[in-house]
Every structure is written in C-alpha cells, then in structure tokens.
C-alpha cells in the first residue's frame, strides 16, 4: 500500500501535483483557504481539508489532516505585498509545532531561488544564499526552521514557474525598457516541478536544499523575444544600456546525483 501524502496549499502547482499523485494510487490529503477549492479537490479523489494558518492559529481540522501522514509537501509561499502585517515564519513555526511529533513525518519544502540575490551570479546547491528582497528574507529564515525542526526535510527552490497559462511574457509584451538583457533566465516548466517533487516523494530525505531550475540559461532579451514571436506577440524591447548580468542558477543535485532528465524546455 503506497503512503499518504498530505500537501499543504493546494493551489497552482500542489492541487495537479495531487492529481497526479492519486493517479499513481497514492492517499492524497490537501488544504485550501477556500470551500470552493475544497469541493474542486473532492471531485478529483482528493481528501480534502478546509485549512488557513494564521499567525497565532490554524483554522479548520489541522489533526485530521495531518493524522496518518507519512509525508507533508508545504507549499505556502509568502505574500507579503497582499499581507504586510502577516508574519510569515511565524506561520511556519506554528505548523512545524503543530505536527505530531510520535509521527515521523518527512517534510517536502517548497521554496524559491529569490532566496538569492542577482548580485551572487554564479549559483550551485552549495552557495549560501544571500537575499536582497523581503520575501527572498522571509524564505531563508523559515528554511531554517524547517532544518531545525527535528524532521527529515528535503528543500526544493524552484526557479521562475511557468506553465500553459502562465507564462511572465504576457507582462513583458510590448512593453519598453526592460531591465537586464543579456542576463540569464533561471526557469522551470509546470511538468518538471511536478516530476521532482515526485521524485522527493520517491527518495529519502535528504536533509539539504536542491535547486530547481531548467539547465539551459538564454539571455532574457533572447528568450522573450522568441517567446512573443512564437505567440504572435509584440516584441518586448529591452534597455541595451543595462549591462547587469544577475544570477545563474544550477541544479547540479538533480542532474549530478539523481540523473534528473528535465522533460520540457521553458
């Protein structure tokens, strides 16, 4: 009998990783904010579990949802443009407190490469990151709870997500003085995410981070000119005067020591 899986934040990439995975005969628990998303996740086969984490609580059954769980994917990113009051470790200790500590659960963690700033450049799984926004802040420090919380973990920080309805160059079309052209894409394609944290599920917990990124790294100026010409767009125009180069992010883990194949070039 294959193991339970709860996901937490069923949203654009947890709610058809759960799809998949009750394809492949998994017990799937996921969470949403919503009722509406809820009843979306019981038709697909999805135990699902009405849930929002606060600063100072967790509405909705929390035991039931994790009761029986043998691996947790948290996938709550943080808003704080939406929420500035909202403190978002605080959000993480409280879940991380919360887990039944007789159940030895291992923890996928969602994460993101804005943990690095543009100005480290060259990227591999062991630079230590060095964030210059407040969200890329807010990640380190809840990664760092998630290594101290006594659980197994394995950190993914995936690159720029795009997927088939969504895709950063419906916002750069046509529009004029865009920042950094010949620095590189760090990006990753909606069937990849799904295959390596598939792949999380599949192995032993690591105890690390791993970077999630396609390995192939065109200039911005290269890849979105080509992607509004291939979607009979208007050309985005950049400002050739910016010679930043920003960073480049490899998954040496992925390739080196699981072999990962990504499937789907951004």
């Known amino acids: 009998m294959k193991e339970t899986i709860g996901i937490l934040g069923c949203g654009w990439l947890g709610f058809p990783l759960a799809q998949s995975l009750v394809e492949k005969g998994y017990r799937v628990k996921g969470t949403s904010t919503t009722v ?3 009843v ?5 086969g999805i135990d699902a579990f009405h849930i929002a984490i606060n600063e100072n609580d967790i509405a909705g059954d929390w035991e039931s949802f994790v009761n029986g769980l043998d691996q947790l994917l948290i996938n709550i990113p943080p808003r704080l443009r939406k929420d500035d009051t909202a403190s978002y470790v605080s959000k ?3 879940l991380l407190k919360n887990l039944p500590k007789n159940q030895r659960i291992k923890i996928i963690w969602v994460s ?4 690095f700033s543009d100005l480290q450049e060259t990227i591999t799984d062991q630079t230590v990151p060095q964030p210059d926004t407040e969200s890329g802040k807010e990640l380190v420090r809840a990664e760092e709870c998630i290594q101290n919380s006594g659980f197994p973990f394995t950190i993914v920080r995936f690159g720029g997500l795009i997927g088939k309805d969504r ?6 079309s046509g529009r004029k003085n865009n920042e950094r052209p010949d ?3 760090n990006l990753i394609e909606l069937y990849d995410c799904i295959s390596i944290l598939e792949e999380c599920i599949h192995r032993e917990a690591i105890n690390q981070s791993i970077n999630a990124v396609h390995p192939e790294h065109p200039s911005r100026k290269a890849y979105y ?9 208007p050309l985005p125009e950049f400002n050739e005067t910016d010679q930043r180069s920003g960073k480049c992010i490899h998954p040496d883990y992925l390739l080196e020591n699981w072999k990962y194949i990504f499937q789907v070039r951004p």
Do not use: F, G
């Open 36 to 38: 509406d998303k809820c």
């Open 112 to 115: 993101s490469t804005s943990v």
């Open 225 to 233: 000119v080509d992607a509004a010409q291939s979607r009979n767009l």
């Open 183 to 185: 620095a590189p894409v």
């Open 167 to 172: 895709h950063p160059i419906k916002y750069l």
């Open 40 to 44: 979306q996740l019981t038709a697909h």
């Open 92 to 94: 993480v200790e409280l």
